[in-house]
């Protein structure tokens, strides 16, 4: 998902798939550090949805678990970097 409050009303889909289409998007959420947040009957309610598609508000109570699953991941990157005097850390 994806979500851009100046230009979107609602979260939008941005990749979906099953089986071994999902298993090469969480490959390649994971290989570009994006974390995962598993919650199969969010992702069958989901795969339903076109690419592109805002999320229905019958959705809007799980995917606002995974935006405060989000908030929470921001927030420890926010301490971390704090941490490190607000440096960015080198690879």
Known sequence: MRYDPARDGAPRVVAAGEKLIAEAI????????????EDPD???????LQVGTEIPPNLYR????VLVFVHGLNEERGAEKARRGGRAEKS
């Open 26 to 37: 969480i490959h390649r959420a994971q290989q570009h550090g994006v974390p995962i947040y």
């Open 42 to 48: 969010l992702a069958a309610a989901l795969v339903k």
């Open 62 to 65: 799980a995917v606002a678990h």
